[in-house]
């Protein structure tokens, strides 16, 4: 008898993190806003407060730097809570605590402490939102020594990196994307990783442009991907999966052979993630070896608008990012004035 | 001068909202004074407005035509009208995530209104804000927007503003019970009360902050304990009832215009609706669905009209037409906003800076 | 239920610092319990070495030879020592910009401290943190840093762990006035207070922050009246006087040790130096020289060495040999320092995550 | 009879420029911490209260968040208030008020308001101040749409920058540099410029590198310039001054000729501002052109330290930049690995 095979979805599997981590790790707690609603982060962390009591799964008051820095005093005593902040327009309010405090300890201090903490934002952006509640900004924490940022792109990875996160000894930024939460794949066993060990991952080959990105532009870079190999492109993917510290090797690698470079990112363009991206390689490989000028895809510079033509326009999508990469496969003719 | 808690005890009576958080009181006709009967007449018109442009956007984001969250302020009318009788020229609003009431109360346009929850070029913020980013200056909206708390302190400045000008012009600022959690609440009251800025605080203090209850949140459910360690003057009512939230208003207002600085106003009060959206259960549980049903009974608006009734100041037909009237305004409203355009594709780019277009990517 | 503030004038007075803010008062003996005459004198020591430590490192500071920014607590040494007398083993202390009495208090090592303002491989905090970031596990003292309020919840999440621990342990969070305006801290008060985390706040109120005394940031100048909003248990009590804040505290934090929750203590002290560095006079205006002339005679040691003189619990020979013994470990511990070596080049990148080494550049 | 030119540094020529706005435009008014105090925020403002009122220039609480959106809620209402910060690090608790709220009210509300707001932070770093008292991150604020960035590194600029911010309609970030407050000039009289107008400043010319940086790294690599002239080696010299938004049409134009690009930056290096001078160069150069791979100069991946030997080797110096430009210019022969 064939089983069918049982897929998760990217919520599903980010609770299924958080069930190990309480099941198997007493030192773990998460607290923040919504975590004894039943709707308030997506099905990612659904009934956990009647399956491991409100004492380990504590909802809060709307004090976003308060309970921050309360997760923070926890991580200095021996546990290793889960902040959870429904949306990263929130979490700004709690920057002193994530980047002037958590980020900073441990070097401090001299390396005499750690602190475990592991922020998780949700980036929860569209539904005509609009520019409060739409921001994702992983190339502010991407831009902070000290604090490790995570940006999970499959379900597996949102599972796994979750644990990684929590059970590193620096504080993690993790950030997950609501629109990711469609994906569904089958999840292989648990197995605790090293964060420390993960790094950018390269999930498709090719020899003509390599396509970089995080998060839910690295979903968008895989479908251009296959799309535009479908029209004799053939791409390297890189999905980033931790953008701090970066490691930049196999995204210089891929450029030494495609020679080509477009950096997908869905947050802002100047001094973003996707500029960073482009620069590390710009400063690796020798310029005799590109075949064209790299180039981003990233948000305007604008922020978010709720009307729905706008709105539309405003977030990279699968066909802009297929469309720019043909301009710049064929690019080696491009003029530049 | 050794002194400690155990000294005070006594009166943190006084922060104890007592029988106004009991869902089943309150549901007596109001205490009106008939030189009040006029406002109050217009006061429950515009309530019914409210009501009914709630309700009709209501049953647009449940048909999914409006996609925008909509924080609806069903049940919590009054407030928002009995503070805006007391806004003048010159004055500067500011409210939050729950604002609609607001807008209507100045005096704002049903058309815009519905035409900014369809995210129209018509709309009062041009189609860019939706629901939860309202301004009409020319009403004195300076602009609501949804991060709890952020417009607190914005509205101290305008009331620092304000104090420079020197016309005894004022700022009101709209917050919810939740909003006493953030910092930025302290740090405003603080400032006001120190730079003796004319601020009008106001709490709607609806016992909820999205799901949680105020007993889950807070160590007390009177929020006007922190005005009282803030040294700003407060009083707390029935802000269910459109004539007691009248007379607290109108104590506060002057004495801010009098120049004695800012003042706190804790309005008690419930929402009919889910959080966000338009259902009626959406968060939470059981303890919740009872208190609405008695909640219901102490609806600001049908308590009012009988007053106002018994009071004979209105009878039963022109109530009526109230909300007849109030049904045209809202349909022919909805409909004109359906048919006009959307916001060009330009202006995602040309509202960034004052005088130049932002770059594309 | 209806109320206002009118209902509550009375009680304003209790949070009056009444004549403990007046300079001239307070310079009689001190009310001593004899019973408690043995801590009293090894808290008369503490107090010695701290004010000592303070002094050469002033004098360090005035050669140009301690080049960090120094904030020094000459003259509101009590509130330490008299707090750090109920810390246990398990408990954790959190301090901010102005904590080398916190440090010293809870039994931290001279030489640690004066290394650590030399930036010395050996500090406490191997160097990398200068005179605002202190840290000493095995003393009980987890961290004080300098972002005023940063500490607040910080204390209040190891409360929390200190709870869920269930050994009875607690988190005390030492903050200025100054801080009790950060948003911070009312975020932290309220959580504290509705997750009924054992944490002991303990404001040291030295009417200052920086150049600017309260009566120019607050409107009241005790701030006893936060913790009645946040409901969190308060005493006030003479800051400079160690029998008066052992008293406060002793009551404060049995309560905190039998689950009652946080409890707040406001310490009405005084500070000698300049905000920063080692002048007396750099800040500010004339008022505060008189004021500080005054201060000087409600000295924490003096007072107290005169007070257990009279009770016959010290002589003169043995105050003599305590500043006398003070000096030796702090010439010997400076001069020990002083010969240490600075941290490694390498310490730069390798202390920023665990396990790894950070990228040059 | 000669005169003696006057000069002035540039801590007294921002308090000329407070001067002149506070003198000048009846909405001009300021707020912050310190301002007071004689001593606080250097010799930048000192005695302005006595001399404008202390309803003009207003010391306040420490509250960061609440004061900055004090100052917005009057710039709201026709006033254009400057809100101070002595530090940056401070500053951070206030990041909703110019972010989330300040730098999209514009938009948000479609046109409608401008919030003429100036956010005035200082970068204090060094003395063994350590990592909370250090942080520059100008990338972080460049990285925002709607709010302007301005960063000043000569004394006139610092004077007139100021006034051009102020008098900007839009919210403007303005950060000035204690390290540079010793340079001194003979200042120009006062002209108000509009700040939209205003951008990158070639400020020395030369064929073999072009040196880009803002702020206190603009004037290193104005020093560093001139020592790699007396070694043969001419540089174009590219002061940013305005960094959002980046008009990037000067050092593309730089890149194509030098073909050498060495970016210069006080922040950190991920997702920072030198990553954008980088990416923005190598998106709009052919790459044939180039005739070295474009290196970066930024603070190591850590935090601030205290001890003076770690402090000597963590901020970029005039020596460094010689020494990579050095390098740079030798790196024809360069091998990539
Ligand atoms: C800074 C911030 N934190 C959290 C939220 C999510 N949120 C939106 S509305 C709301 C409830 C606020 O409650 P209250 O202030 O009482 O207003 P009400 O909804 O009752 O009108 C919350 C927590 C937010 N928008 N902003
Ligand atoms: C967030 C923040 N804002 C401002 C400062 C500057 N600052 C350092 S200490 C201090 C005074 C604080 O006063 P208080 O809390 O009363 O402590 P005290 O100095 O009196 O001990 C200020 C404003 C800071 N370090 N952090
Ligand atoms: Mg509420
Ligand atoms: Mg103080």
Redesign the interface.
Same mark, same amino acid.
């Given at each position: 008898m064939k089983q069918t095979p049982v897929t998760t979805g990217y919520g599903a599997a980010i609770r299924d993190g958080f069930e190990y981590l309480l099941q198997n790790h007493p030192s773990v707690?998460t607290i923040g806003?919504?975590l004894? +609603?039943?709707?308030?982060v997506g099905n990612s962390m659904t009934d956990l407060d009647s399956q491991f009591g409100r004492?380990r799964v504590?909802?809060?008051?709307?004090?976003?730097?308060?309970?921050?820095?309360?997760?923070?005093?926890?991580?200095?005593?021996?546990?290793r809570?889960i902040v959870i902040h429904p949306r990263v327009?929130?979490m700004?309010?709690a920057?002193?605590?994530i980047?002037?405090?958590a980020?900073?300890? !441990?070097?401090?201090?001299?390396?005499?402490?750690?602190a475990p903490i592991t922020v998780r934002a949700i980036i929860n952006r569209g539904?005509?939102?609009?520019?409060?509640?739409s921001?994702s900004?992983q190339?502010?924490f991407?831009?902070?020594?000290?604090l !490790?940022v995570v940006m999970p792109s499959t379900p597996t990875d949102a599972r796994d990196l979750l644990i990684a996160s929590v059970l590193?000894?620096?504080p993690v930024l993790y950030l997950d994307d609501r629109w990711l939460y469609g994906l569904e794949e089958e999840l292989p066993p648990i197995e605790e990783r090293n964060l420390?060990q993960e790094g950018p991952r390269l999930t498709r080959t090719g020899q003509d442009l390599t396509l970089v990105g995080c998060s839910y532009s690295a979903h968008l870079c895989r479908e251009a991907a296959a799309r535009l190999s479908a029209n004799g492109i053939e791409c390297d993917v890189i999905d980033i999966r931790v953008l701090?510290?970066?490691d930049s090797t196999l995204m210089i690698k891929s450029a030494?052979k495609t020679g080509r470079v477009l950096a997908v990112d869905g947050?802002?363009?100047?001094?973003?993630?996707?500029?960073?991206v482009?620069?590390?390689i710009?400063?690796?490989?020798?310029?005799?070896?590109? !075949?064209?000028?790299?180039? !981003?895809?990233?948000?305007?510079?604008?922020?978010a608008?709720?009307? +729905?033509?706008?709105e539309r326009?405003?977030y990279p999508t699968v066909d802009y990012i297929v469309q720019r990469a043909l301009a710049l496969v064929g690019a080696q003719q491009?003029t530049?004035e | 001068m050794r002194a400690s808690s155990a000294d005070t005890s006594a009166e943190r009576n006084a922060f104890s909202l007592g029988n106004l958080a009991d869902a089943g009181s309150y549901h007596e006709p109001l205490l009106i004074d008939p030189l009040d009967n006029e406002a109050l007449m217009s006061g429950l018109q515009r309530m019914i407005l409210i009501r009914v442009v709630e309700e009709k956007i209501g049953d647009m984001v449940s048909q999914g035509v409006v996609k925008c969250p909509c924080h609806l302020v069903i049940g919590q009318e009054a407030p928002a009208v009995g503070v805006a009788g007391y806004v003048r020229k010159g004055d500067r609003v500011f409210g939050a995530h729950r604002s609609h009431g607001h807008f209507l109360a100045l005096g704002g346009s049903p058309h815009g209104l519905l035409a900014e929850v369809q995210g129209k070029d018509t709309g009062v913020s041009r189609g860019m804000g939706g629901s939860m980013h309202l301004i009409d200056i020319p009403n004195g909206l300076f602009g609501t927007v949804p991060i709890v708390g952020a417009t607190i302190p914005i509205a101290v400045g305008a009331g620092i503003a304000a104090k420079m000008d020197g016309n005894g012009d004022m700022a009101v600022s709209f917050f919810g019970d939740g909003a006493t959690e953030e910092g930025a609440f302290h740090e405003s009251m603080n400032l006001a009360s120190t730079m003796k800025a004319p601020v009008l605080f106001v709490c709607e203090n609806n016992f909820f902050s999205s799901h949680l209850h105020i007993n889950l949140r807070q160590p007390d459910s009177s929020v006007c304990r922190y005005a009282e360690a803030h040294r700003v003057g407060w009083a707390r009512a029935d802000g269910n009832d459109l004539a007691a939230v009248r007379t607290a208003t109108k104590e506060a207002v002057e004495a801010i215009r009098a120049g004695e600085g800012p003042r706190f106003l804790e309005l008690v009060t419930y929402r009919w609706r889910g959080h966000v959206g338009h259902r009626e259960d959406e968060d939470v549980g059981v303890k919740r669905k009872d208190d609405l049903a008695a909640w219901k009974l102490r609806d600001p608006i049908s308590r009012l009209a009988v007053s106002l009734e018994a009071n004979g100041a209105l009878d039963r037909q022109q109530l009526k037409r109230f909300w007849t009237e109030a049904h045209t305004v809202v349909e022919e409203a909805w409909a004109e906003a359906s048919h006009d355009q959307y916001p060009p594709a330009k202006a995602l780019l040309s509202r960034v800076y004052s005088g130049t277009m932002a770059r594309k990517r």
């Open positions: 707690f806003q919504g004894w +609603s039943p709707w308030y004492e504590i909802d809060t008051p709307v004090s976003e730097l308060g309970c921050t820095g309360a997760a923070l005093g926890a991580a200095l005593c021996g546990y809570p327009d929130f700004l309010l920057v002193d605590q980047v002037t405090q980020a900073k300890w !441990r070097s401090m201090f001299g390396g005499q402490v750690c539904g005509e939102q609009g520019a409060q509640h921001q900004l190339s502010w991407a831009h902070i020594p000290g !490790r590193s000894d620096d420390a701090n510290p970066l030494k947050d802002w363009r100047s001094c973003g993630m996707a500029a960073e482009i620069a590390s710009s400063e690796a490989v020798d310029p005799r070896v590109m !075949r064209a000028a790299p180039r !981003r895809v990233t948000l305007p510079d604008a922020p608008p709720t009307s +729905s033509p706008l326009s405003y491009e530049f | -």
